[in-house]
């Protein structure tokens, strides 16, 4: 090890003055088999450094195939490696300046030994959780109805929420939220996706009962389609007292609007605006402000068309999302686009911002339109 006198020698060399330099100075020694591959150095900002201080934890997912993430409870992060042109060393014991406050103006010569290095470490950068798959998994054995008699359930795989913690790459609070927005639904401990028929038969078995009863549709008893219904379908008797529920007017809408879509390549607006109104439970109004992110106009053609393009649909990548939707049509207006790209913003960016960076602008007929900034293949 040296001692101070060859240190001040050194310094002397490199012509570096000492009362330049900290009074401190420590020598560096490497401890017995370190290696590079003993530790990984991460790069954490204060709320994630806060959370590990708070005991809690931070979780690495992603399958064999896939890109790592990293999850909180609430968010997700990319995981990506970054090189750096200096080596990080990892010293246990030392201290900085800051943390040695009663050192004294003589020069002192303090040892640390080196339990590992490395020349690059895992930067983190909050990104949009993928939840594409998890429906995709969902789907692979979706519920419609119980086995009825001798009958048995189809096989297929299903899934808890810990297997669904173990192969989505997303935080819990995130696949939570998405689960409802899918409207899944937890069945025997198993999380499901309604088949789509199975659902607008449950829907029509409701909306025909609150017909018969002539109840509103905003005061629908739960208990007694529990009871009416039960002969039909084979539903969860949990007592809930005097509970009141509301059918949702926009939800019901779009339901129908989907099961209308759902075998038309492309509907005249006008016959399907017909048909759809006709199609909802009486009282109810059918706009087609209900069908963001579900159904595309075509007002330039002649007559005017509908069709079905549902945003769950699209790829989850960003540039990916943008050819898609540019390989589908031309030029966009902002309205009709922003339905299909408003997940893909960040927590303080705008749709505006979003179209700006990815798409070109110009204005034809006195309305602002958007292309595509690179060739779209044919």
């Known amino acids: 090890m040296r001692i101070l006198e060859e240190v001040q020698a050194t310094l002397q060399i490199a ?11 420590y020598c560096l020694s490497f401890g017995d088999n370190v290696s590079s591959g003993d530790y990984c150095l991460m790069e954490l900002d204060d709320t994630l450094c806060k959370l590990i201080e708070a005991g809690k934890s931070l979780i690495i997912r992603g399958d064999k195939d896939e890109h790592a993430v990293l999850c909180t409870e609430d968010k997700t992060y990319d995981l990506k490696i970054a090189d750096t042109s200096n080596l990080l060393l990892f010293v246990p014991g030392c201290k900085t300046p800051d943390q040695l406050p009663d050192i004294s103006a003589s020069p002192q010569l303090m040892h640390a030994q080196i339990w590992g290095f490395s020349n690059c470490y895992w930067e983190l950068r909050r990104q949009r959780p993928r939840l594409k798959k998890l429906k995709k998994l969902l789907m692979e054995n979706p519920y419609d109805g119980p086995a009825v008699g001798m009958q048995e359930e189809a096989p297929g795989l299903k899934y808890t929420m810990d297997d669904l913690l173990e192969r989505i790459q997303a ?38 009962l609150v017909d018969s009863e002539s109840w509103s549709f905003s005061k629908v008893p739960f208990s007694v389609c529990l009871e009416e219904l039960g ?100 030029k966009w207006t902002q309205d009709d686009i922003e339905p299909y790209i408003q997940d893909l913003c960040g927590e303080k960016q705008t749709t505006g911002a979003l179209l700006t960076k990815h798409a070109r602008s110009s204005v034809q007929n006195g309305v602002k339109v958007y292309n595509s900034r690179r060739p779209v293949a044919t």
């Open 171 to 208: 935080s819990r609070e995130e696949i939570e939220a998405h689960l409802q927005n899918v409207h899944a639904c937890e069945i025997e401990g198993f999380w499901r996706i309604l088949d789509f028929d199975y659902e607008m038969k449950l829907l029509g078995h409701v909306t025909q």
């Open 15 to 25: 012509k570096v003055k000492e009362e330049d330099l900290q009074p401190v100075t």
């Open 231 to 330: 002969s039909l379908e084979i539903m969860n008797r949990e007592n809930n007292g005097q509970v009141i529920y509301a059918l949702d007017e926009d939800k019901v809408c779009r339901a129908t609007a989907q099961l209308l879509l759902q075998n038309a390549v492309k509907f005249n607006l006008s016959e399907f605006q017909e048909v759809w109104q006709q199609s909802v439970p009486e009282g109810m109004s059918a706009r087609l402000d209900q069908l963001r992110g579900l159904a595309l106009l075509d007002r330039s053609s002649k007559p005017e068309t509908i069709s079905l393009l549902r945003i769950e649909d699209l790829p989850e990548d960003t540039l990916e999302r943008f050819n898609s939707l540019f390989s589908l049509r031309e």
